[in-house]
C-alpha cells in the first residue's frame, strides 16, 4: 500500500467518524503522488525540449555561451514546476509530522508593536555599487525584513532613499513592507524625514562607543555593499549632514582580523 492509499483510507475513516475539519480536508485531498509529480516534470522537460529547438540564439554565441544561456532558460522554465514540487514535499511532511512544522507565524504590524526603537537603512548608495553589489544589498535587507517580521516587538524599520536599480528590485518587497506598516519613506532623504538631533549614524570609524540605545533617536545602518572600496564614506557623509555617529562596541565580543565592517543584517 503506497502512501497516499494510507493517507486516503485515513481520510475515509475520518470522514465516517466525522471528525475531519474542513482545512484538513482540504489540505489532503490535494496532495500529489510522486507518480504524479514525475509525469509533471517530464510534460514540462518534453515542453522545453521544443522551446529550445525552435529558440533563435544569436549568431554570435560561443559554445560555451549557449551552454549558459540554455542552463539560465532551462532554470526560469522549470521554476514554477520546482516550487510545486516543494509545495507537495512539504504538504506530505506537515501531515505525517505535523508537529515538526508549525503554522507560520504572521508578521506582526510595526504600529502595534510595543518595542518603539527606531532603525533606518540609508539607500542612498546605488550609484556606487555594481548590480552583483546591489542583489546582495537588497538579499541583506529582505533577510533584516523577515527578522524583523517574526520578532513578538517588531522594531520600527525605515527605508530612505532608495532609488535606482536598488528602488527596481525592492518594489516588490516594498509591497510587503506596507502591508505590514513599515514606516518606509521609499525616495525621501534622511534629513527630509528626521531632524539633525535625532539621527545617530553608525559607522565602524567613529570614534563615539554606542553603550545604551534611545527611543528618542533613530539608527541609521548604511546601504551600501561595497567590499571596502569606498573606506569611511557614509561616516564622511553623515558629518557633512550634521548628524551624530557612533560605532557598535564589536571589540568587547569579538575579535575580527579585518576592518570592524558588517553587513547590514548583521547590525541589524
Given at each position: 500500500m503506497t502512501e497516499q492509499d494510507t493517507e486516503k483510507e485515513s481520510v475515509q475513516q475520518e470522514l465516517g467518524d466525522g471528525q475531519l475539519s474542513e482545512n484538513r480536508k482540504n489540505k489532503l485531498v490535494t496532495v500529489l503522488s510522486q507518480e504524479e509529480l514525475d509525469a509533471m516534470h517530464k510534460k514540462v522537460q518534453e515542453e522545453f525540449n521544443i522551446f529550445i529547438k525552435e529558440y533563435a540564439f544569436p549568431d554570435d554565441v560561443t559554445r560555451s555561451g549557449k551552454k549558459k544561456l540554455i542552463k539560465k532558460l532551462r532554470m526560469d522554465f522549470f521554476k514554477p514546476i520546482r516550487r510545486k514540487i516543494e509545495r507537495e514535499k512539504l504538504k506530505r511532511k506537515k501531515i505525517?509530522?505535523?508537529?515538526?512544522?508549525?503554522?507560520?507565524r504572521k508578521g506582526n504590524k510595526l504600529c502595534d508593536s510595543k518595542n518603539k526603537l527606531r532603525v533606518a537603512v540609508d539607500c542612498s548608495f546605488d550609484d556606487l555599487m555594481s548590480e552583483k553589489d546591489i542583489i546582495k544589498l537588497v538579499k541583506q535587507l529582505q533577510r533584516s525584513y523577515a527578522i524583523n517580521r517574526h520578532m513578538d516587538d517588531p522594531l520600527q524599520l525605515h527605508l530612505t532613499n532608495m532609488q535606482g536599480k536598488t528602488l527596481d528590485r525592492l518594489e516588490r518587497f516594498h509591497r510587503g513592507l506596507q502591508e505590514l506598516g513599515c514606516a518606509?519613506?521609499?525616495?525621501?532623504?534622511?534629513?527630509?524625514?528626521?531632524?539633525?538631533?535625532?539621527?545617530?549614524?553608525?559607522c565602524a570609524e567613529s570614534e563615539n562607543l554606542l553603550s545604551t540605545f534611545d527611543d528618542s533617536k533613530i539608527y541609521v545602518i548604511?546601504?551600501?555593499v561595497d567590499h571596502n572600496a569606498h573606506?569611511?564614506?557614509?561616516?564622511?557623509?553623515?558629518?557633512?549632514?550634521?548628524?551624530?555617529?557612533a560605532r557598535l562596541p564589536i571589540d568587547k565580543f569579538f575579535t575580527l582580523a579585518t576592518r570592524k565592517v558588517l553587513t547590514v543584517c548583521h547590525v541589524f
Open positions: 505525517s509530522n505535523p508537529g515538526v512544522c508549525p503554522k507560520r518606509s519613506q521609499k525616495v525621501r532623504l534622511l534629513i527630509e524625514l528626521f531632524q539633525p538631533s535625532e539621527v545617530v549614524y553608525l548604511g546601504g551600501f573606506k569611511g564614506l557614509a561616516y564622511e557623509r553623515a558629518k557633512a549632514a550634521g548628524f551624530q555617529h
